[in-house]
């Protein structure tokens, strides 16, 4: 912000049932460490942070594939990223991991950010509680890409 000694910095973590899979050429959003396939709730994650100018911090740091795994099928056969934490600042990000040892009794695993906010101007202002949104991830996911194309239009 110019003429401002605070920045505000947004971050958005959650379970968004989306496989990124990996950064195409043209991609800002996803780091070079993505994996797998791409799925259409990917792609619109991806389309909603390229509009934002978000990151999407568990692709900026190599990770070997064991620790990038945030969902396991109940037969445990299936492991993918579906669970992020985005970032309108990437250079407050330091590490994006994958706590697989943690058990939380849920077939996800924990994701957590470092963040260094020392050297920045930043100031957190308000801390906002997570609340479990009201529709299903999918049909917010669907409302934001609708609205995306029907700016760009």
């Not at 990124?20 to 799925?39: K, L, S, W």
């Not at 579906?82 to 697989?100: G, K, M």
């Not at 996800?108 to 906002?128: K, P, Y």
């Not at 949104?133 to 934001?144: D, F, T």
Request: aromatic share 8%; charged share 20%; proline share 1%.
């Amino acid at each position: 912000m110019r003429g401002s000694s605070a920045a505000t910095h947004t971050i958005i973590m959650g379970n968004f049932n989306a496989r990124v899979g990996q950064q195409t050429a043209e991609e800002q959003a996803i780091g070079q460490f993505g994996h797998g396939e791409r799925n259409e709730q990917g792609q619109m994650l991806v389309d909603f942070c390229e509009a934002r100018k978000i990151v999407i911090s568990n692709m900026l740091f190599k990770k070997g594939n064991r620790w990038k795994g945030t969902w396991r099928s109940a037969n445990g056969e299936m492991l993918n990223e579906i669970d992020f934490i985005l970032s309108s600042c990437q250079e407050i990000l330091t590490d994006a991991s994958v706590l697989n040892k943690f058990t939380t009794g849920s077939d996800h695993h924990l994701v957590r950010a470092r963040i260094n906010m020392r050297g920045s101007h930043t100031q957190w202002h308000q801390l906002v509680r997570w609340q479990a949104p009201k529709k299903p991830v999918n049909q917010i996911l669907n409302q934001i890409y609708t609205s995306l194309l029907s700016k760009t239009s």
